[in-house]
């Protein structure tokens, strides 16, 4: 499994379910930055009253509930427009996936998807594995994401088959061609994931991290948000304030979330937050290639260790020490061998024992 994945923000509203649209507060027309606000005049019941002004501002200026900033109420939240989604690209009869549906299809991006969206020599019981499923399920999934348009597969054996995410090349498409960029998940956040008791924490956790990563704040900042765009965001039959409260409970473990009256504030922990993971994560898989390659005998290139993080992030830090072992191996017994591009002589290593451990 892959550290990171991409994920495209159009596929990922789509796969969760698009809301309706519905009211919201509005700016009148303004950019909010435009809008001057005085924070000394908020009342001093608000909840919000203590909370620093540049965590809360924009919020603010388009939801105060007290009505200090004169904005008029009746703009729409309308995520079609916003992730510019075609009514065309919505889940045939409007289907919501199911939690291991969903869970699967994020799993299938972990894994190591080549730019076209092709994954070769995956393992029906490892994915199973990886779920906390049977075989059975794995099978089943495949067989509905391929129906909706999401996936296509080739079956090799009873185990290994093929995975084409069929619409992965389009997540790199600017605004220009209809595009809305794409999010990315941390590997160790989709574990955390896999252990949700329900797909509707599994939904509110990754509409949460979206939000976060749409507001384009710092790992350490709050973002609010509040309970009713949580409702609008969940089927109508957990629409009830105490199961929307459960069902934000259930997140906690992967969110910090403080939450007062209709106003909720969250942000991802630092353990599941993909920026602060990859500085880390930079730092320790150096530390492990200049270990195994020794710092004085092996020495690289800036861009050549670059490389060598770069293809630990892609195919996972264990393949890539393998790989390297075997690079290590060959320098020393071939004398004569000469290599000039150190990560794709690494790479061609990884695909072979990947190839190899799947036809064993």
């Keep these: 499994m892959r550290e990171f994945a991409r994920i495209g923000k159009k596929m990922l509203i789509t796969v969760l379910g698009v809301t309706p649209n519905y009211k919201r507060g509005s700016d009148q027309g303004h950019s909010l930055e435009e809008v001057e606000v005085d924070f000394s005049t908020c009342p001093s019941h608000c909840e919000l009253k203590d909370v620093p002004i540049e965590d809360k501002a924009t919020y603010c200026k388009q939801n105060c509930q007290y009505q200090i900033f004169s904005l008029p109420k009746g703009i729409y939240v309308n995520e079609m427009h916003r992730y510019r989604i075609q009514k065309d690209e919505l889940l045939k009869n409007k289907k919501r996936l199911s939690k291991y549906q969903l869970l699967q299809f994020i799993l299938y991006h972990l894994m190591t998807v080549d730019s076209n969206g092709f994954i070769k020599y995956v393992s029906i019981k490892a994915i199973a594995s990886l779920l906390g499923c049977n075989v059975r399920t794995v099978k089943n999934n495949n067989i509905e994401l391929s129906k909706l348009g ?128 990859r500085a880390k994560k930079e730092k320790q898989f150096t530390q492990q290639i200049r270990s195994i390659l020794g710092e004085t005998t092996y020495k690289l290139s800036p861009e050549d260790m670059n490389d060598l993080v770069q293809l630990s992030m892609e195919y996972g830090v264990t393949y890539l020490c393998e790989a390297l072992s075997l690079y290590k191996e060959q320098v020393s017994n071939e004398e004569e061998l000469v290599v000039e591009n150190v990560g794709g002589f690494v790479r061609s290593l990884i695909k072979k024992t990947v190839f190899q451990k799947f036809i064993a």
């Design 150 to 277: 999401l996936i296509s597969t080739m079956k090799y054996t009873s185990d290994i088959f093929s995975v084409h995410i069929t619409k992965y090349k389009e997540y790199h498409q600017s605004r220009k061609q209809n595009g809305s960029g794409y999010f990315r998940i941390s590997k160790e956040l989709f574990v955390q994931l896999v252990s949700a008791k329900s797909v509707n924490e599994i939904r509110a956790s990754l509409r949460l991290a979206l939000e976060q990563d749409n507001k384009s704040i710092s790992a350490e900042e709050y973002a609010i948000t509040t309970y009713q765009d949580i409702k609008q965001s969940l089927p109508k039959n957990i629409s009830y304030p105490k199961i929307i409260k459960k069902t934000l409970e259930g997140v906690t473990g992967s969110f910090d979330i403080q939450s007062k009256d209709s106003i909720v504030m969250f942000k991802l922990r630092p353990e599941f937050n993909e920026k602060l993971l």
